[in-house]
Protein backbone atom coordinates (compact mmCIF):
# COMPACT_ATOMS: atom_id res chain seq x y z
CA UNK A 1 0.00 0.00 0.00
CA UNK A 2 2.77 2.21 1.00
CA UNK A 3 4.49 1.55 -2.26
CA UNK A 4 1.41 2.13 -4.29
CA UNK A 5 0.66 5.85 -2.94
CA UNK A 6 4.63 6.80 -2.81
CA UNK A 7 4.25 5.87 -6.92
CA UNK A 8 0.75 8.32 -6.82
CA UNK A 9 2.11 10.73 -5.28
CA UNK A 10 5.29 10.88 -7.59
CA UNK A 11 3.10 10.76 -10.76
CA UNK A 12 1.05 13.30 -9.55
CA UNK A 13 3.74 15.35 -8.79
CA UNK A 14 5.78 14.39 -12.24
CA UNK A 15 2.49 15.74 -13.92
CA UNK A 16 1.58 18.78 -12.55
CA UNK A 17 5.11 20.35 -12.90
CA UNK A 18 4.68 23.06 -15.94
CA UNK A 19 7.90 23.97 -18.21
CA UNK A 20 8.90 27.14 -19.29
CA UNK A 21 9.36 27.52 -23.16
CA UNK A 22 10.56 30.39 -25.37
CA UNK A 23 8.85 30.91 -28.81
CA UNK A 24 11.08 32.56 -31.06
CA UNK A 25 9.80 35.89 -32.78
CA UNK A 26 9.32 35.68 -36.37
CA UNK A 27 6.97 37.03 -39.45
CA UNK A 28 3.92 34.85 -38.16
CA UNK A 29 3.94 36.71 -34.59
CA UNK A 30 3.47 40.79 -34.83
CA UNK A 31 2.58 43.28 -32.26
CA UNK A 32 -1.36 43.88 -31.96
CA UNK A 33 -1.04 46.71 -29.71
CA UNK A 34 1.18 48.80 -27.33
CA UNK A 35 1.01 51.25 -24.60
CA UNK A 36 4.56 52.49 -24.78
CA UNK A 37 3.78 54.69 -21.87
CA UNK A 38 3.12 51.84 -19.45
CA UNK A 39 5.06 49.88 -21.43
CA UNK A 40 2.65 46.93 -21.87
CA UNK A 41 2.74 45.31 -25.59
CA UNK A 42 0.19 42.95 -26.81
CA UNK A 43 1.33 39.86 -29.18
CA UNK A 44 -0.44 38.04 -31.57
CA UNK A 45 0.93 35.06 -33.18
CA UNK A 46 -1.26 33.90 -36.01
CA UNK A 47 -1.30 29.89 -37.00
CA UNK A 48 -2.97 28.40 -39.76
CA UNK A 49 -4.55 25.08 -39.41
CA UNK A 50 -4.77 23.50 -42.82
CA UNK A 51 -6.59 20.47 -40.84
CA UNK A 52 -9.76 22.27 -40.13
CA UNK A 53 -10.64 24.03 -43.02
CA UNK A 54 -7.72 26.72 -43.05
CA UNK A 55 -8.85 27.96 -39.95
CA UNK A 56 -7.19 30.60 -38.08
CA UNK A 57 -6.13 30.95 -34.80
CA UNK A 58 -4.28 33.66 -32.87
CA UNK A 59 -2.53 32.96 -29.59
CA UNK A 60 -2.25 36.23 -27.84
CA UNK A 61 0.76 37.43 -25.31
CA UNK A 62 0.98 40.68 -23.26
CA UNK A 63 4.47 41.46 -22.42
CA UNK A 64 5.50 44.32 -19.86
CA UNK A 65 8.58 46.00 -19.93
CA UNK A 66 9.47 48.94 -17.56
CA UNK A 67 8.22 52.00 -19.44
CA UNK A 68 10.80 54.24 -19.11
CA UNK A 69 12.76 51.98 -21.96
CA UNK A 70 12.20 51.48 -25.33
CA UNK A 71 10.58 47.30 -26.48
CA UNK A 72 14.13 46.47 -27.77
CA UNK A 73 15.64 47.64 -25.06
CA UNK A 74 13.52 46.15 -22.22
CA UNK A 75 14.55 42.62 -23.19
CA UNK A 76 16.87 40.49 -20.86
CA UNK A 77 19.92 39.22 -22.93
CA UNK A 78 20.35 35.36 -22.73
CA UNK A 79 22.49 32.60 -24.40
CA UNK A 80 20.68 30.82 -27.31
CA UNK A 81 17.67 28.99 -25.57
CA UNK A 82 15.81 25.92 -26.81
CA UNK A 83 13.05 27.57 -28.47
CA UNK A 84 9.67 26.80 -30.33
CA UNK A 85 9.07 28.68 -33.86
CA UNK A 86 6.02 29.16 -35.49
CA UNK A 87 6.45 26.93 -37.77
CA UNK A 88 6.86 24.21 -35.44
CA UNK A 89 3.65 24.77 -33.96
CA UNK A 90 1.88 24.85 -37.24
CA UNK A 91 2.68 21.18 -37.16
CA UNK A 92 0.35 20.79 -33.82
CA UNK A 93 -3.25 20.66 -33.27
CA UNK A 94 -5.33 23.71 -32.10
CA UNK A 95 -5.93 22.46 -28.88
CA UNK A 96 -2.07 21.24 -27.86
CA UNK A 97 -0.94 24.40 -28.84
CA UNK A 98 -3.31 26.21 -26.37
CA UNK A 99 -2.32 23.50 -23.72
CA UNK A 100 1.14 24.08 -24.50
CA UNK A 101 0.62 27.77 -23.70
CA UNK A 102 -1.89 27.72 -20.84
CA UNK A 103 0.09 24.91 -19.16
CA UNK A 104 3.41 26.38 -19.20
CA UNK A 105 5.21 27.69 -16.24
CA UNK A 106 6.63 30.39 -17.71
CA UNK A 107 6.69 32.07 -21.53
CA UNK A 108 9.27 34.09 -22.66
CA UNK A 109 9.15 35.82 -26.34
CA UNK A 110 12.92 35.98 -27.88
CA UNK A 111 14.38 37.45 -30.61
CA UNK A 112 17.74 37.12 -32.67
CA UNK A 113 20.37 39.16 -32.09
CA UNK A 114 24.32 38.67 -33.23
CA UNK A 115 26.70 36.54 -32.61
CA UNK A 116 24.15 33.32 -31.14
CA UNK A 117 22.85 35.66 -28.34
CA UNK A 118 19.18 36.82 -27.74
CA UNK A 119 16.92 38.87 -26.21
CA UNK A 120 13.85 37.40 -24.07
CA UNK A 121 11.04 38.75 -23.03
CA UNK A 122 8.74 37.48 -20.23
CA UNK A 123 4.80 37.00 -21.28
CA UNK A 124 2.26 35.79 -20.25
CA UNK A 125 -0.36 34.03 -22.01
CA UNK A 126 -3.78 35.28 -22.27
CA UNK A 127 -5.89 32.86 -25.15
CA UNK A 128 -6.54 32.09 -28.38
CA UNK A 129 -9.42 33.57 -30.68
CA UNK A 130 -9.97 31.75 -33.82
CA UNK A 131 -10.86 33.37 -36.97
CA UNK A 132 -10.61 37.03 -35.88
CA UNK A 133 -11.65 39.79 -38.50
CA UNK A 134 -10.57 43.05 -37.68
CA UNK A 135 -12.24 45.69 -39.44
CA UNK A 136 -12.62 49.46 -39.48
CA UNK A 137 -15.51 51.56 -38.96
CA UNK A 138 -16.02 54.14 -42.11
CA UNK A 139 -16.41 57.83 -40.84
CA UNK A 140 -19.48 59.34 -42.54
Known amino acids: MKILLLTLLISISAFSQKQKFYLLIDDAI?????????????????????NTKNDIDYYNFIVNIDAN????NGGVEIPEPKFITSDELKKMYACDIHDLMSQASEVYL???????KYDAWMAQYFGTVRNLVVTRLRKN
Open 30 to 50: TIANKNEAVGAYEFRLAVTHH
Open 110 to 116: VKRKENK
Open 69 to 72: KAFE
